[in-house]
C-alpha cells in the first residue's frame, strides 16, 4: 500500500484487486521533503525467488551451450575439411583452431563462464546489496525469507549501515526477532487495534521465541 501510493520502483507483478487503486487513493500521506528520491523501491519475497530464479536458469543455459561446443570443438578436430571456397573461410579458421588449443581452452574462448550460483540465502542476501543504493526509501516486505539468522545479522548490519552513512530510510514488515532487535527501530505492532508503538520485547511472537529458548535453557 505505502509502495503504490508512493510510486516508487517494484521488480515483481502483483496480484491486486478491482477495488485496490481506489483504496489506495483514499489513503493519505505527508512527506518531509518535496520528493520521494528515485532510486526508491519495496523489495518483496518474489523479486527475491524472481531473482535467484533468473540466475540458476542462466547458468542452465550456459551448460547447455558448453555441451553444443564440445561438439563443435570434436567435429572440428578430427574432420577432414578441405576449403573450397571463401565461404568455408570461417570453418577452416575453427578447424585450425581446435587444432592449436585444448578442449577447455577452446570453450573458454567460446563460452562465458557460468554467473556463479550462490546458496538460496547468500543469492538473496546479493540481492539487497545491489538493490539498496544511498539517499533511497526501501520498503521491505519480510525480507527474513530465505536468510538464516547469520545473514539475517548481516542484513540488520547492512540496514543500519545504510541508515547511518547513506541517508536512507527503510520501512519493514518483518517477524525477525534479528531485524526487529535494531538499533533505533520504532517498531508498529499491527495485531493491535488501534496500531500501537511497542518495544521488540513485548511483541507476541518475540515472546514466544523467549518462552521456547527459555524452556529448554538447560539444553544449552
Not at 567435429?75 to 571463401?86: D, L
Not at 488501534?194 to 521465541?209: F, G, I, S
Amino acid at each position: 500500500m505505502i509502495a503504490e501510493k508512493t510510486g516508487i520502483s517494484r521488480d515483481s507483478i502483483y496480484n491486486k484487486s478491482s477495488f485496490y487503486s481506489n483504496y489506495v487513493n483514499m489513503c493519505e500521506m505527508q512527506l518531509e521533503d518535496d520528493d520521494i528520491p528515485e532510486n526508491s523501491r519495496i523489495i518483496t519475497s518474489d523479486d527475491v525467488f524472481d531473482y535467484m530464479l533468473n540466475i540458476r536458469n542462466l547458468n542452465e543455459g550456459i551448460d547447455q551451450k558448453r555441451e553444443k561446443l564440445f561438439e563443435e570443438y570434436l567435429e572440428a578436430k578430427y574432420s577432414h575439411f578441405q576449403i573450397r571456397s571463401m565461404a568455408d573461410y570461417e570453418q577452416l579458421k575453427k578447424v585450425n583452431t581446435t587444432r592449436s588449443i585444448t578442449q577447455s581452452r577452446f570453450v573458454r574462448n567460446e563460452l562465458m563462464d557460468n554467473v556463479r550460483e550462490y546458496s538460496n540465502g547468500e543469492s538473496a542476501f546479493r540481492y539487497f546489496i545491489e538493490k539498496i543504493d544511498e539517499n533511497g526509501l526501501y520498503i521491505l516486505d519480510e525480507p527474513e525469507n530465505s536468510l538464516s539468522p547469520k545473514r539475517q545479522l548481516e542484513l540488520v548490519k547492512l540496514i543500519e549501515d545504510s541508515a547511518r552513512y547513506l541517508g536512507c530510510q527503510f520501512i519493514i514488515s518483518t517477524h525477525s526477532p534479528f531485524l526487529l532487535a535494531m538499533s533505533g527501530a520504532k517498531i508498529y505492532d499491527l495485531d493491535k487495534n488501534p496500531v500501537d508503538v511497542k518495544k521488540w520485547t513485548e511483541l507476541e511472537n518475540v515472546r514466544t521465541y523467549y518462552e521456547f529458548f527459555k524452556r529448554h535453557e538447560n539444553e544449552f
